[in-house]
């Protein structure tokens, strides 16, 4: 008999809730705890089998199982930012080209996990169907199975962004089964993906009893990102690469994709955003739980990701290298440039001053980034070096002659300020429900004017507005190209760090922003008499790889299965 562990604090046996358990919370060798039989003839185990499938869900962690990659999101892999630590290109191998023996620290062990997360929901779902606990608690098995179910169509979107067509497995494999298993193609597995989504939905409430699982809204959400990317240039088979395993061939695609937002969209009412008045209150909307969140995981001090390691949380892992933190993500002066000016002008336009680049900006710049003069947790950053350093001009704290571990000063003179809570009093101090948020109103709304922009521009303009507008910029009034280039623009912007600009530029087959590129930077200089200079430097390359839009196949799994058709370029 086979047998599953499930580790969780004490406290986690009475309540459920997204628990923050490491990945080798599934241990199918040992054979010291709770027996399939315990597990599926009590609701309250099955509960905690539940549990641990949610940890497929993201995180500001990438790779769960890596120390860098356990303080760091996808951000230095995209357009927006660098991993900044010594300039390693270790996490991510955005220098250095991925290969299907090494596609960098972030992506190693993406395939393997997904697919022990899909056995492990695929197994609930067979073994709780006529089971004791179904038995004794029929409804609370039924939404557990929707929330599997649900789980299930998040871990199988995040394989196909990775890697296209993958093998749709429906059911789990015992240790002596044949794993000869063929790729299915893209189109199927959206299908597929879409339909446990739509299942899942039917039975899920619209409101959540605990903050972190899944409710309709969730599901109507997910299937809103899946439709829109399918739809994608990416997918159209006149582009490469090209074939059934990344090819999406349905031409109601731009339709499908606006239904799904709008069936979102009507769900809520069709409603505002939550209004903000400044940058304050906007960076407030990421630290507290509010209506605007379709899907977040709950973080506190019971349920830190890493077994209560207050540094995976962006204070710490985020914070320029003078208040101790380690800067990890430094967000590229090429990607400053998207956030446009007060008066909603761009920043190529003869409006922006070179001379003053931070000033007169639009408020999210001043809420998601922290720049030189940025006030920040009592005190201005300073990255510049002095070019005599006295008492007088000394060398800033966040310089690479600045307070704390030296290493970590921005390469880029930027850092994340976005999703950190200034309110604590150390940097290793937790915020009190701080959530992760995977899906959102706004992004909604987004998605939604970018599928209308091929259908009804004036539609897509009036959404595209409702975000630009709550971030207190003028109305978006172009047509055309410009209004689709708007819409991205918007999308970059207000996203930014949560995990879509790696797959946006993708889909969309931006080139210039996957590689083929430099890092440009700014390095800060201090004259004797206090005056700030910068200079515009490359930091570092990123080359273009053909093979960029998707990762490979880990080489072992080629090697154990021949039938897996590795992917285009490697």
């Keep these: 008999m086979k047998y599953i562990i499930i580790k969780f604090a004490i406290a986690l046996l009475t309540i459920f809730t997204i628990g923050s358990c490491s990945d080798d919370i599934l241990n199918t060798e040992a054979s010291d705890s709770f027996t399939e039989d315990a597990i599926y003839s009590d609701v309250n185990q099955a509960k905690l089998v539940v549990v641990t499938a949610y940890n497929t869900t993201d995180s500001w962690a990438i790779n769960r199982s890596q120390w860098w990659t356990q303080r760091i999101g996808i951000e230095g892999a995209s357009w927006e930012a660098k991993f900044n630590f010594k300039d390693l290109d270790t996490p991510y191998k955005m220098r250095g080209g991925w290969s299907p023996s090494n596609a960098g620290l972030a992506f190693n062990n993406r395939w393997a996990t997904s697919w022990d997360y899909v056995k492990l929901i695929n197994e609930f779902l067979e073994k709780i169907e006529g089971s004791e606990a179904m038995e004794e608690a029929p409804e609370e098995v039924a939404q557990l199975k929707a929330e599997m179910t649900f789980l299930r169509a998040f871990t199988y979107f995040n394989l196909v962004k990775y890697y296209g067509g993958v093998p749709i497995i429906k059911k789990s494999f015992g240790l002596d089964d044949e794993f000869n298993l063929s790729r299915d193609s893209f189109e199927d597995c959206v299908d597929f993906i879409v339909n446990d989504l739509d299942e899942a939905a039917l039975i899920l409430p619209m409101e959540a009893s605990e903050f972190g699982r899944a409710t309709k809204l969730s599901a109507l959400a997910v299937k809103s990102r899946v439709l829109l990317y399918a739809a994608s240039e990416l997918h159209d088979p006149s582009t490469v690469p090209n074939g059934s395993i990344y090819d999406y061939t349905k031409s109601t695609k731009w339709q499908d994709a606006a239904d799904a937002a709008k069936a979102v969209i009507d769900l809520v009412g069709d409603r505002d955003l939550i209004p903000v008045a400044n940058a304050t209150e906007y960076q ?96 201005n950053v300073d990255y510049a070096l002095a070019d005599n350093p006295s008492d007088e001009t000394p060398d800033g704290l966040d310089s690479p002659k600045g307070l704390g571990n030296q290493l970590h000063s921005s390469k880029t003179g930027y850092n994340i300020r976005k999703f950190q809570d200034e309110s604590l009093s150390t940097l290793t101090t937790f915020s009190v429900d701080r959530p992760y948020i995977m899906y959102r109103l706004a992004e909604i709304y987004l998605n939604y004017a970018e599928a209308m922009y091929y259908i009804d521009e004036n539609i897509a303009r009036d959404y595209v507005n409702k975000v630009s507008n709550r971030a207190l910029q003028p109305n978006i009034d172009v047509s055309g190209a410009a209004l689709l280039e708007a819409i991205k623009r918007e999308r970059r912007v207000e996203l930014c760090f949560e995990g879509h600009n790696f797959f946006d530029e993708r889909r969309w087959m931006n080139q210039d922003h996957i590689g083929g590129y430099d890092i440009r930077g700014l390095k800060w200089t201090k004259s004797i008499d206090g005056t700030l200079n910068y200079e515009e430097y490359t930091v570092v390359n990123r080359p273009w790889f053909d093979y960029r839009y998707y990762l490979p196949i880990p080489q072992t799994e080629i090697d154990k299965d021949a039938s897996l058709e590795q992917n285009y370029g490697y």
């Design 284 to 379: 407030n909307l990421f630290l507290h739980k509010n209506q605007d969140i379709l899907f977040g995981r709950s973080y506190g001090s019971l349920y830190a990701e890493m077994a209560n390691d207050i540094n995976t949380l962006p204070d710490q892992a985020q914070s320029p290298n003078g208040y101790t933190g380690w800067g990890l993500s430094s967000p590229s002066h090429n990607f400053t440039l998207e956030f446009n000016m007060k008066d909603g002008s761009r920043t190529n336009n003869e409006t922006f001053d070179a001379l003053n680049i931070n000033e007169g900006r639009e408020m999210r710049y001043y809420a998601n980034l922290l720049f030189q003069g940025a006030d920040f947790r009592g005190r």
